[in-house]
């Protein structure tokens, strides 16, 4: 009976276990376990923690039906995995940590250097190069290191002469200076013999360098330099440390203070020691460059210190150079010789022209520019001058432009083309040429005026007195202010006439004759102020007062005054004179007539003679007649000037006068001076 009724409850209990059911996950639920078993399986798996992306792609849009938020995704998958996540020991947590740093830092590390590597590229070799610069400059003095310091001193030279730079050329292209260098000629002052420059540097341990201004003295002086950086004065007795030194820009109480400074600029720091003893040996050789660049005041106190300098170490090679018509043997006595630098023949024009001919556009040639200038006998006699050659190389090269036959008008029209010009970009000029002229004469005016005052380096102007120059003339202009710097860019960068030095913190001229040009146009309409400049200072206004009779305006009065000053420039101006009244002009011409065979300043008198002779006016070809008639007469001792100074006047009908006199050597040697002007006379005698 108890069985039935255990067994009967017991029936009863399975059928009510069997009709309640099991409560069913909610949707809700089900995910927080789908994320937790996620969490979990990325433990077993080690892989990283999934992030938000991650989580919101397994579970994103699940949860959206759920009401579960991205949040709260994170925080139950973060939990489980921590939970899931075995504990670490304090060693492999700790080693763990480090290396995680390490990583990170690594990691930082390498992307600062590839957003970051030209800096650090920069930053690394710039402190190399600072730590190498440091240690040069503090061993270079010493006699371990001399090599070393020589060795860099050549180096700058090469860099700094290796290239004959021609401002006003298209895109500054530079010429090679072994290209363009002629062989210079010089002569002594007693003799006609030509010899080359570097044959006299080799003879003689002491030079006197002069010649016209432009000759060719300071690249001559360069490529001395240049030649040595480079080995090749192997023929000089202890091949000697070559130190060129601008004589304007001496500023040291003490030479020898600017012999150190002069090495320390070219790579050569704290060479004090070095200089005592190559000057104590023989063993520097010293350019000084440009005596006539120091004003009449400031002359004395350098040509002492010069002087002291030589006389203290007379083992010591020196060339000085100085424009001819203002040296006065200030240095007789310190060198050996004294030697001019003559102007280039035909051989040498062309020669120096070559270089150009890559450059000539179709149709011309150096040979067709030689045919030109043997047209234009007061042209050709510039062409002599290697500066202005170079000049009229570029204009005949790179423009339009068309030689005159009067070297006044050379200069007007030359100038101009160089200010006009867009050579450097197709961007146009932003001043017209007349402005850019005003600025110019101003400038040139000023300077000029400064060699009589305590400049010391008067050819160069301080950055802020051009600009203070420049800004006086702006307002006759129609400009302001701002103009200033604009203008004065444009200057120097499309014409060359004036050039930035002294990395653009000083100006100058790009030549002395160019100066004294401007010079003498600002003083155009001022006779009385140019005569008052040239009394005060002949040797300063020499050249600008030629240039000045040689502009369009009648020169009678200014010349008459000079006549009283100076004779010898009086019959300069008058070859160069445009408008000069006959009465002056037989005058100056008769006297000088008279002086023809003189002892007396021959030299000068013969290069006035032939440059009034080459002129086309009636005068020039009644001195040309005249001489004609002295070479004529055998009876007359006059015969052999007459004869130099015809060949000095370049004209081809002088050839055609001197070859009818070939037989007397003396003669033949002024026709032979001609060079190839004589060539198609002697060959038509063949």
């Known amino acids: 009976m108890i069985y039935r009724v255990l067994f009967i409850l017991l029936l009863s209990f399975n059928v009510v276990a069997e009709n309640v059911k099991e409560p069913v996950p909610s949707p809700h639920d089900v995910l927080i376990v789908e994320i937790q078993k996620q969490a979990k399986t990325d433990v077993e798996l080690e892989k990283l923690p999934e992030n938000i992306q991650g989580l919101s792609l397994l579970f994103g849009e699940e949860a959206k039906t759920v009401g579960l938020t991205l949040r709260k995704i994170v925080q139950i998958y973060e939990e489980a995995y921590r939970q899931a996540k075995p504990e670490q020991s304090w060693m ?4 763990d940590d480090q290396f995680a740093v390490m ?47 020589l060795k860099r001193y050549r180096k700058t030279l090469i860099k700094n002469f290796r290239e004959f730079k021609v401002p006003f050329r298209p895109d500054n292209r530079p010429l090679k200076m072994h290209e363009i260098y002629v062989p210079l000629k010089v002569k002594s002052s007693k003799e006609y013999e030509r010899i080359d420059a570097y044959q006299a540097i080799t003879k003689h341990q002491r030079l006197m360098v002069v010649g016209e201004p432009g000759a060719g003295k300071s690249t001559l002086l360069k490529h001395i330099a240049l030649s040595y950086a480079e080995g090749k004065l192997t023929d000089l007795p202890k091949q000697p440390v070559v130190i060129l030194l601008t004589i304007g820009s001496l500023r040291q109480d003490d030479l020898l203070d600017d012999l150190v400074k002069e090495l320390a600029q070219n790579d050569f720091p704290n060479a004090r020691n070095f200089v005592e003893i190559g000057l104590e040996n023989g063993t520097l050789m010293l350019l000084f460059d440009g005596l006539d660049e120091v004003s009449s005041e400031g002359r004395k106190v350098v040509v002492e210190k010069i002087r002291d300098l030589l006389k203290k170490y007379s083992n010591c090679r020196a060339i000085i150079t100085c424009r001819k018509a203002v040296y006065h043997n200030e240095f007789v006595n310190e060198t050996e010789k ?7 023949r035909d051989d040498e024009i062309q020669q120096f022209l070559q270089p150009w001919q890559r450059d000539m556009p179709p149709g011309k040639s150096v040979k067709q520019l030689i045919h030109t200038l043997h047209e234009r006998p007061r042209i050709m006699q510039l062409a ?13 090269t790179d423009t339009a432009f068309v030689l005159p036959h009067s070297r006044a008008k050379f200069y007007i029209e030359a100038t101009r083309v160089l200010l006009d010009e867009l050579h450097h970009s197709d961007k146009r000029n932003d001043y017209d040429v007349a402005k850019k002229l005003a600025i110019l004469k101003h400038l040139a005016l000023f300077n000029q005026d400064g060699k009589v005052k305590d400049k010391a380096d008067w050819r160069t102007m301080k950055l802020e007195t051009v600009l203070a120059e420049t800004r006086k003339v702006l307002p006759t202009l129609n400009l302001v202010d701002k103009d200033a710097d604009l ?12 050039q930035k030095i002294d990395g653009g913190e000083r100006y100058q001229f790009a030549h002395l004759t160019l100066q004294e040009f401007f010079a003498a146009v600002a003083l155009r309409d001022d006779a009385d102020g140019m005569l008052m400049r040239f009394k005060k ?46 009465e002056l002009s037989d005058e100056v011409i008769g006297y000088f007539k008279s002086q023809l065979g ?3 300043e021959q030299e000068e008198i013969l290069r006035a003679f032939a440059a009034v002779a080459s002129n086309t006016t009636d005068r020039g070809k009644a001195i040309f007649e005249y001489l004609v008639d002295i070479l004529a007469d055998t009876g007359d001792d006059r015969r052999v000037m007459a004869a130099d100074i015809l060949s000095m006047t370049n004209l081809d009908e002088a050839a055609e006068v001197l070859v009818g006199y070939r037989d007397i050597p003396e003669i033949r040697a ?13 060959e038509r005698l063949v």
């Not at 492999?92 to 080693?95: A, E, I, L, M, R």
């Not at 690594?106 to 970051?116: D, G, Q, R, T």
């Not at 004294?338 to 280039?344: A, G, M, N, Q, Y």
Request: proline content about 2%; some cysteine; hydrophobic content about 50%.
């Open 598 to 600: 003189s002892d007396d």
């Open 92 to 95: 492999k947590k700790f080693v």
């Open 338 to 344: 004294k030697l001019e630098i003559d102007s280039f």
């Open 670 to 682: 002024a026709l032979i001076r001609m060079g190839d002007i004589a060539v198609p006379v002697l």
């Open 487 to 498: 203008l004065l860019e444009e200057i120097v960068n499309r014409s060359g006439l004036l």
């Open 384 to 396: 002599g001058n290697p500066l202005l050659l170079t000049i009229i190389a570029y204009l005949y």
């Open 537 to 582: 200072n002949p040797d300063t206004w020499r050249e600008a007062v030629k240039i000045w009779c040689g502009l369009d305006h009648d020169s009678t009065n200014l010349i008459r005054a000079i006549y009283a000053e100076n004779r010898i420039v009086a019959f300069e101006c008058i070859a160069d004179a445009q408008q000069v009244s006959a």
């Open 103 to 149: 990583g990170w830092g690594l990691a930082f590390i390498v992307i600062l250097f590839y957003f970051f590597r030209e800096t650090v590229n920069y930053f690394t070799i710039n402190l190399f190069s600072n730590l190498n610069k440091w240690f040069y400059r503090l061993v270079s003095g010493y006699k371990l290191f001399r090599k070393w310091a």
